[in-house]
């Protein structure tokens, strides 16, 4: 006998979007149709707060047998182009996401343009030929009503004259605006005769000089939800006062179609979650844009940025991504989410996939004074200890290494299990030495450590394991590359840059970066390309840069092994 059984909203963990999204499918909302979409403007590159949006819109399609979208909002020519359109689908794709169309809120501007008409021959709307500053004036405040626009009872055919002469090249920029005719005291300061359009003469990326006249965020969101037949708008807290506005102008573009209300019609409904906020940096595409324009940074995807090509160049997975959204959920309070998780997620992610490779930062020679001159060994070394099939390379063992120069100590304390005279250590995947001792220059700094094999301790040999407290890595000094090294820090000095008074520029950490010349990487990971993980072992996680070339490897430093972080601020 088959048993049902309904498991409660607690028991499936659904998050409240995904709660209501039920109750409509429950109710036989739009036909039990789900259709989401993500609305990137194009005006610069994403970053991971665009990915917690992506995340949700994309993953309410795919659990609900749905569609996501991509929308384009590109009705603000002077900040958008094709290269920011590019490099977001290609971000999009790597986060592992599929959309169903491409769509631009360009599309629609024939069809945004004849409801602004339809507005206004029906007393819904009314050209001011205002300035800006006096129209921000007559806002009034929360408390207190605005106060009404001279023209605001223009004659209709004026206005729609006025519409007219704005779309032309004529035109001048800021000389008059179209604003909804709504309620200049409704405690809604966005339902106070909202500007709906606006004079721009900047040639548009998909459009060029057609148009001159251009929706605003108000007036062409919704409508494109709504020409879409998006039934879930999922969106950030800080439209949650627009959703009025949002209904309403559906409301107009249903009447305008002489569409009757009954449940059944369709109606995209707008919902609204907390953006995300990471400690030590920030989501401003405004404030990002200007690291790059100015050039604090290289680029959007300097690798401190907390842009996804950023993250990506840098060496973070987009799986790891995906956990770090997935763990912090999605709430209706904002938050500051600390940067530590988000590298844990990284950490954990990248021990699954990373390949072990050896690399030396800051290196000093060491010398096996028993192992013949010109012999030469290869060594299987495993490529990761938490995935078999992965299997094995080879590193090539030899009389003259790098190790690092802190694995050295002449004077070294009882608990020091790492390389000092008359200790052994084992060297990673090769043999037990025992250190002999070392060279030092007229100043006294050690150029050169000596040390004796056990020729019967090879790694994998019966009877190899004998007990040695240290494992050091290495790399063959006629068997690696030189390379540089960038080591990255946290871009901002302070926790929370968006809530300090100070200009941003002043709270760029000058340590944030750290380029180590001269560090030496044994062939096998010279020769990854960008998009191999690696763990440089004892070290960290590490990629290849887009600079590195086969001549000069350049690696980013992804994330320690260890929160560093935690320690240092303790
Ligand atoms: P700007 O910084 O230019 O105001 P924006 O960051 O809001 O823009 P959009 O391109 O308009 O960028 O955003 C596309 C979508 O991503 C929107 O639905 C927005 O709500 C969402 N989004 C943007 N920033 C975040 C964030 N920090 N956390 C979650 N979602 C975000
Ligand atoms: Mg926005």
Request: net charge negative; aromatic share 10%.
């Amino acid at each position: 006998m088959a048993i049902t059984e309904e498991k409660t909203v607690e028991e499936k963990n659904l998050s409240f979007v995904e709660q209501l999204v039920e109750q409509d499918l429950a109710e036989g909302k739009n036909a039990g149709r789900i259709q989401t979409r993500f609305p990137p403007e194009p005006n610069g590159y994403l970053h991971i707060g665009h990915a917690k949006a992506i995340c949700m819109d994309f993953g309410v399609a795919e659990k609900y047998n749905g569609v996501c979208n991509l929308r384009f909002d590109d009705t603000n020519p002077t900040k958008e182009n094709n290269e920011y359109v590019e490099n977001i689908l290609n971000d999009i794709s790597w986060l592992g996401f599929k959309w169903g169309n491409i769509y631009y809120a360009s599309d629609y501007f024939e069809k945004l343009w004849d409801f602004a008409v339809w507005m206004i021959q029906n007393g819904h709307a009314y050209i001011d030929e205002q300035t800006a500053e006096q129209i921000a004036e007559q806002k009034g405040t929360p408390t207190t009503p605005g106060v009404a626009s001279p023209y605001r009872d223009r004659p209709v055919e004026e206005s729609l004259k006025l519409f007219n002469k704005m779309n032309t090249p004529e035109a001048v920029e800021g000389s008059m605006v179209l604003r909804a005719k709504l309620d200049m005291a409704n405690p809604n300061m966005h339902f106070r005769d909202p500007i709906i359009y606006r004079i721009i003469h900047t040639p548009h990326h998909r459009t060029g000089t057609k148009w001159h006249a251009y929706p605003m965020y108000d007036f062409a969101h919704g409508q494109s939800d709504f020409f879409e037949g998006v039934t879930h708008s999922i969106c950030t807290l800080e439209f949650v006062p627009h959703r009025p506005l949002y209904d309403k102008f559906i409301d107009y573009l249903k009447e305008m179609r002489g569409e009757t209300e009954n449940l059944h019609d369709f109606r995209p409904r707008q919902i609204e979650f907390n953006r995300l906020n990471l400690t030590y940096t920030m989501m401003s595409k405004r404030k990002l844009l200007a690291l790059v324009e100015e050039k604090f940074v290289s680029g959007w995807d300097d690798p401190r940025m907390p842009t996804l090509s950023g993250m990506r160049r840098r060496g973070y997975s987009p799986e790891s991504v995906r956990k770090f959204i997935d763990s912090i959920g999605y709430t209706k309070f904002d938050a500051l989410n600390d940067m530590a998780l988000l590298e844990a997620a990284v950490r954990e992610d990248l021990n699954k996939r990373a390949l072990r490779v050896s690399a030396v930062l800051n290196p000093v020679k060491l010398v096996i004074t028993n192992y013949p001159e010109g012999q030469t060994e290869e060594m299987e070394a495993i490529n990761n200890p938490e995935n078999e099939a992965d299997g094995t390379h080879t590193i090539t063992f030899s009389r003259n290494l790098w190790i690092e120069r802190d694995d050295f100590m002449e004077d070294a304390p009882k608990k020091f299990f790492r390389m000092t005279p008359g200790k052994e250590v084992r060297l990673k995947n090769a043999y037990i030495v025992k250190c002999t001792g070392c060279t030092k220059d007229a100043e006294g700094n050690i150029v050169e450590i000596q040390a004796e094999y056990d020729p019967l301790s090879k790694s994998g040999l019966e009877g190899a394991n004998r007990k040695v407290k240290g494992t050091l890595h290495w790399v063959s000094a006629d068997h690696c590359h030189k390379a540089q090294v960038r080591v990255y820090d946290r871009l901002f000095c302070v926790e929370n840059p968006s809530a300090d008074e100070r200009d941003f520029r002043e709270l760029l950490n000058p340590e944030s970066l750290k380029t180590i010349e001269n560090c030496y990487v044994e062939d096998y990971a010279a020769d990854c390309k960008p998009g191999q993980y690696l763990q440089f072992q004892r070290i960290g996680y590490f990629m290849a840069d887009l600079d590195s070339t086969a001549e000069n490897p350049v690696f980013n430093k992804t994330v320690g092994l260890k929160d560093a972080w935690a320690k240092q601020n303790k």
